[in-house]
């Protein structure tokens, strides 16, 4: 076990396309997994990437904790990575949240993005899994899928207004969303 090394915006890792995972289920996928766990949980974040930690491949590590599921919808999710996502928008609905990322630490932003998904890919241990989000999960499987496309949450806001830092948020109010 290991803590990795988190990228901060403006390292070029974040912009790249990450590559597919070649070997599911191998030692060393494993071993990666097991130490985004580990890292991500020491920042208290709710996904991390493999790009954030300076690895180009296609899988992150995300939960709900019970704090941030909003419903039966959206239940708490114990932790698991996604390997290959694939993630497909269901219905128009779109949603807002103000998220944060661990690779622009100390800041919040209102980010739109499709209410429901489909997602398919292969967990942590290899096996394929597919199901439908909605709530924070959707929130933050998308999240985790456009940092493997090179995509940091402020390229989606439409309102830049609406990024600020989390201690002025706490202090003043953040508006619609988690
Ligand atoms: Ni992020």
Not at 142 to 167: A, N, V
């Amino acid at each position: 076990m290991a803590l990795l090394k988190i990228a901060r915006m403006g390292h070029p890792v974040l912009l790249g396309r990450a590559e597919p995972v070649q070997e599911p289920g191998s030692p060393a996928i494993r071993q990666l997994i097991e130490d985004m766990i580990e890292t991500m949980h020491d920042a208290s974040g709710a996904g991390l990437a493999a790009p954030q930690v300076h690895v180009p491949l296609r899988l992150f590590v995300y939960h709900v904790p019970a704090q941030r599921s909003t419903g039966d919808d959206d239940p708490p999710r114990e932790v698991d990575a996604l390997i290959n996502p694939v993630l497909t928008p269901i219905g128009d609905e779109m949603t807002t949240c103000t998220e944060g990322c661990l690779s622009i630490p100390g800041l919040r932003g209102a980010v739109p993005r499709p209410a429901r998904i489909r997602y398919e890919g292969l967990d942590r241990n290899g096996q394929a899994v597919s199901g439908e989000a909605s709530g924070f999960l959707a929130v933050v499987l998308q999240h985790e899928q456009d940092h493997l496309d090179g995509i940091l949450y402020p390229m989606r806001m439409t309102d830049l207004s609406r990024l600020g830092y989390e201690t002025e948020y706490a202090r003043f109010g953040m508006g619609v969303g988690a």
